[in-house]
């Protein structure tokens, strides 16, 4: 099932941006939804993940900035990112999980400027 990322752009310091990730109701029932980041040069890392019980586990250079959560009956996974700083810019992805199992929607790219 296909992952669809949207909302990137660009925008101050300081700012804000949303990104969604359109999916399935099946989807979002079973799996451990994320959103990943990658900056030019570096790794791929976590940014914020929820499972489907509801728990929450999020990157600590993020903690109390941005928001992860689901509409179920939108089948859509949000990630909300408040008070943007430069370190943020990266291409971000939208990931499930399943038994261990990865899948990834293409990325959406999100620029901050100072």
């Known amino acids: 099932v296909q992952l669809q990322a949207s909302g990137g752009g660009s925008v101050q310091a300081g700012g804000s941006l949303r990104l969604s990730c359109s999916t399935s109701e099946k989807i979002l029932l079973v799996n451990t939804m994320a959103w990943y980041r990658q900056s030019p040069g570096g790794e791929r890392e976590m940014v914020a993940s929820?499972?489907?019980?509801?728990?929450?586990n999020y990157a600590d250079s993020v903690k109390g900035r941005f928001t992860i959560s689901r509409d179920n009956g939108k089948s859509t996974v949000v990630l909300q990112m408040n008070s943007l700083n430069p370190g943020d810019t990266a291409v971000y992805y939208c990931?499930?999980?399943?038994?261990?199992?990865?899948?990834w929607g293409q990325g959406t790219q999100v620029t901050v400027s100072s």
């Open positions: 929820q499972s489907f019980g509801g728990r929450t």
């Open positions: 990931n499930r999980n399943w038994r261990g199992l990865d899948w």
